[in-house]
């Protein structure tokens, strides 16, 4: 079983950033891909970015250019740098992944709110 912590969310002013990170506990080598996912109020959960084993990223189309997912040296983690944030950018943030025993699994979700 495969446990996904996120941390970094919090309050940031439009145009600013903000790092998040998520850490996978369990069976953690059997993980591929691990991504992102965010939901605001009001609107369906989309996904934000993912990577798989191999490095390719995938990006939804609103967050191009501005994050940038990585995972760290021992690929036990998944980082999500988010730079010129705007409103649109407020949602509760999840991590997710995907394993050979676990098609779903999700972090507990952390908040990101951008102000004006």
């Known amino acids: 079983q495969v446990q996904l912590v996120e941390s970094g969310g919090g309050l940031v002013q439009a145009g600013g950033s903000l790092r998040l990170s998520c850490a996978a506990s369990?069976?953690?080598?059997?993980?591929?891909?691990v991504g992102w996912y965010r939901q605001a109020p009001g609107k369906q959960r989309e996904l934000v970015a993912i990577?798989?084993?191999?490095?390719?990223?995938t990006y939804a189309d609103s967050v191009k250019g501005r994050f940038t997912i990585s995972r760290d040296g021992a690929k036990n983690t998944v980082s999500l740098q988010m730079n010129s944030l705007t409103p649109e950018d407020t949602a509760i943030y999840y991590c997710?992944?995907?394993?050979?025993?676990?098609?779903?699994?999700w972090g507990q979700g952390t908040q990101v709110t951008v102000s004006s």
């Open positions: 997710w992944a995907r394993s050979k025993f676990q098609y779903n699994i």
């Open positions: 990577i798989t084993a191999g490095g390719t990223t």
């Open positions: 369990g069976s953690i080598f059997s993980i591929n891909p």
